[in-house]
């Protein structure tokens, strides 16, 4: 069969489980006053419809801050600006400045699934097809597998389609810029990144690798020659794009200060909810929230940070090439949620963008599913990928040796834990004295397979051992 | 290369699995009346002692399968009581509670099991399964053809009915036969015909088949009768299968007397000509024309307006109508014309029978006869056709054609049946995943001997995307939506209803032309 054919039938695939998925319920579905997610982006929607821009991310008494204010970047606010004009266009209530307020109804779900659905075709899948296309090893059909495998990754599907968020957005705008450096066109890529950073502040996470390829890069072709127009296009790009972004903000000075103060709340806290990272993991031990002071944690975090982030950017630096451009984004992504400030479960979505074995993370999200009423989707979606990922990896591995012993006994043992675990989430009781504990554990365990991850791509990255001939050569 | 032994026929299973998985994503969808149908036979059989199961009217749906299939509600409701208690109170009329949900929606998925197995059966009987790769193998795209069949899955696992488990039955029968067991293929077509009455309508491709080609032991060299070879013990054989079957099932009601009720359940010929939403047959063509008459008698003067029955034979009830024009349809008009129209395939397999491919190309035209001419068709019964003619389509090229213009034109006709919104994105995805594959799979096959659809037959099927575009999207938005809702239903179904009249008439060319190969025929 023909390698479109193929390759549409997974597209295919992939936008019936996302649908499928998307009958389902959404984050804070029936659930007075606050809701969820879901009315997070509604109100969106209605405030950057009925209110000027410089409004936008202020307190007045139209746009109340504390019943979900606006806390992403800019291109986050044109998007529900357009969102919006269609809501009017099909049903005014919808945006209705202040009458809104949890509105939900049927035909509402189904508008704004549609609007995840509209983005994800539009961004994300063509560039995880151009992906798997040109920058996978190995012959057309295990691109296409890998094509499968990442169109199925449930982790992104129940976040965009059952939770409801638009992470394919800046997700798929994060990998067109990897695209971009890795087909060589560095000003498309950056550009790509730039608006996929405008979108969500938490791309922030891969932004040090990406600066350090290009640093690397340019410092390889020659600071005082080729090297440093390069340097200076790239530069050039990425100033323009944000200038363009933020334009509507650059009129007053405080416009961009309060953004900013939106986009990174240091007044939250260390952590809220349970996340599987350190300090969430280290707070059940110590009481690290209440024992250290703001300023304390702050600086920890930062430390740690950039302690665990430092030598795979320095390695890249060094050694500009696309194979560390991959693991230094892994290792970056993966140091900004274990040890940052305020940090989401889905913060963990920007790590999976690379990795192979995604379902770790994906199960660190079963609190947050389980809440959301998208047990059924979690169990299947996960049930489905997991094998699905098993069974064509033992096949295009082209071993003959039964798949049990292709993995390593801790592999077992880790999914053995975690279904264990999601079972005993959702059937037990936890004891009253712990009425947490469930998901405490689902963030423990979680966090400890990240540490491992993260040591392990560290020394990867760092130690380069020794790679087979078929790999991709350096570029 | 080839894959590993070991991993022969772990695709089967991979596939199976995740349709499986994808029928538990869909649990949450649209679920038509059927669902409350199907409840409400769960709640009858539980509660209520088989004496009464087809007296029982409190809902309006009431039991109108055979006894067997009313046993495996039975036999389900037992399972509901875990799930919930309240489903099975008959008084509990469209009580759709999730766990409710749940249950019947796993019901189907576990049920299809059934059908799993007779798909695996029906792969060991193709004539050769040589491929380059697994995805040319005959075996493999059989497989998904039936596995991931479109139709099948919007039936059962979106309006809700149970055909997998049905139609399980019916391929594991055919199976049989190719097999040349043909007792436990006999056996299992009359367990099928007591779940489900619908199978009458192939069973005379059973009956001559059987009668000619197992109690005829020998054919003569040019495959012609050989009359002294007849066995009395097969034929009684057969016989005593059936009957006991069917005493089985009917026993206990005809003890009680209520046969002529059950019957009456069974067969309730007070419904119209055409259901609901117009299955593309012949009658969809008839009523149009019908229609085109009345309106044109009307602009010529020629007919007076008051005379004309009213206009409602298009609106969306059941109900019986009659004709303006064209003489009025009685139930046994179209019986007739039923029988004439598969009377010609009938004969052929009794003079020329064609082995057990010959059996089951007459089954197709039996079904899809009784689908263009029968009283109050469904379209579903549209899938009794298809599903049968995979099995061919992988073999031949012609068939592949005619599969491939009969599937894609059936499957667009059940689009009327999702009329949510809510499904509108998953029955166009399902839809072009099915189609995409079946084409450019069989096309892959066939790929000797130039082109498998020729430029007309692919217009048409393309201008189902123009067809889509304006009754999904184009004509709710114009003013004619309030004063002809009907319309777009009635154009959907005579534009299907062309192409399943062309692949009615090529697979009847097929059938009559076809090369005895008097070879082949081994005698049984």
Known sequence: MENWSLFSLCVLLGLTSRWAVSFHSYSGAGKPPMFGDYEAQRHWQEVTYNLPVHEWYFNTTNNDLNYWGLDYPPLTAYHSLVCAYVAKLLNPEWVELHASRGYESHSHKLFMRATVLFTDILIYIPAVLLYCFYFCDGSSKQKVATALCILLYPGLILIDYGHFQYNSVSLGLALWGILGLGLGWDLFGSLAFTLALNYKQMELYHSLPFFCYLLGKCIKQGLTGRGFFQLAKISLTVLVTFALCWMPFLSDPKQPLQVLHRLFPFGRGLFEDKVANTWCSLNVLIKIKTLLSRETQLFLSFALTLLFILPSSLKLLSKPNLWQFKLALVNSSLAFFLFSFQVHEKSILLAALLMFFLFVFFHSMLPLLVKDGLLLPYVVTSLAFLFLSLYLLSHLTRTNEPLFWYFPFHFWFSLVAMAVLSFTSVWLEPPAKFPDLFPVLVSILSFLHFLGFIIYFNLVQLMEPQRKKSQKKTN | ?524
């Open chain 2, 1 to 524: 290369m080839a894959a590993p032994m070991t991993n022969d026929q772990s695709w089967f299973y991979a596939l199976a699995l995740g349709v499986s998985f994808l029928k538990c994503l869909l649990i949450n969808a649209y679920h038509s009346t059927d669902f409350e149908v199907h409840r409400n036979w769960l709640a009858l059989t539980h509660s209520l002692p088989a004496a009464q199961w087809y007296y029982e009217a409190t809902s309006e749906w009431t039991l109108d399968y055979p006894p067997l299939f009313a046993w495996f509600e039975y036999g389900l409701s037992h399972i509901a009581s875990f799930f919930d208690k309240e489903m099975l109170v008959v008084q509990n009329l469209n009580y759709a509670s999730p766990a409710t949900i749940l249950f019947q929606r796993l019901s189907v998925i576990v049920a299809d099991v059934v059908f799993f197995y007779a798909v695996k059966e029906c792969c060991k009987c193709l004539r050769e399964d040589k491929g380059k790769y697994l995805l040319g193998k005959p075996s493999f795209i059989l497989t998904v053809l039936l596995l991931w069949n479109f139709g099948l899955i919007i039936v059962d696992h979106i309006h809700f009915q149970y055909n997998g488990f049905l139609f399980g039955v019916l391929l594991l029968s055919i199976a049989r036969h190719f097999q040349n067991r043909h007792f436990e293929g006999a056996l299992l077509f009359s367990i099928l015909l007591n779940l489900k009455h619908i199978y009458l309508y192939i069973a005379p491709a059973y009956g001559i088949y059987l009668l000619r080609c197992f109690c005829f032991t020998q054919s003569n060299a040019d495959g012609s009768l050989q009359w002294r070879s007849f066995s009395v013990v097969r034929l009684v054989t057969l016989g005593t299968i059936v009957l006991s079957t069917f005493s089985v099932s009917f026993g206990p009601f005809i003890a009680l007397g209520q046969l002529p009720q059950v019957l009456s359940r069974l067969f309730p010929f007070k419904r119209g000509l055409c259901h609901a939403y117009w299955a593309p047959n012949i009658w969809a063509l008839y009523n149009i024309a019908d229609k085109a008459f009345s309106i044109l008698g009307v602009k010529f003067k020629l007919l007076d307006i008051n005379k004309l029955p009213k206009a409602s034979m298009t609106g969306g009830l059941v109900q019986e109508f009659q004709h303006s024009v064209l003489p009025s349809v009685s139930p046994l008009a179209t019986l007739v014309c039923t029988v004439l129209s598969i009377l010609p395939a009938l004969f052929r397999i009794w003079h020329r029978p064609n082995g057990a491919r010959g059996f089951l190309r007459c089954l197709v035209i039996c079904a899809l006869g009784s689908f263009m001419f029968g009283w109050h068709v469904h379209e579903k019964a549209i899938l009794m056709a298809i599903l049968p003619l995979s099995l061919l389509a992988v073999e031949s090229r012609e068939d592949a054609r005619i599969f491939l213009i009969l599937s894609i034109t059936g499957h667009y006709s059940l689009f009327p049946l999702l009329f949510t919104t809510q499904e509108l994105p998953i029955k166009i995805l399902l839809l072009l995943l099915f189609t995409i594959f079946s084409l450019t799979s069989l096309k892959t096959l066939f790929r000797k001997g130039g082109a498998l659809l020729n430029p007309l037959e692919a217009t048409y099927l393309l201008g189902l995307i123009p067809l889509e575009l304006i009754c999904e999207f184009v004509y709710p938005l114009t003013v004619w939506q309030k004063t002809f809702p009907f319309l777009p239903l009635m154009l959907t179904s005579v534009y299907c209803a062309l192409g399943v009249t062309y692949a009615f008439i090529r697979l009847y060319i097929s059938l009559l032309t076809c090369s005895d190969s008097t070879k082949k025929i081994k005698t049984q």
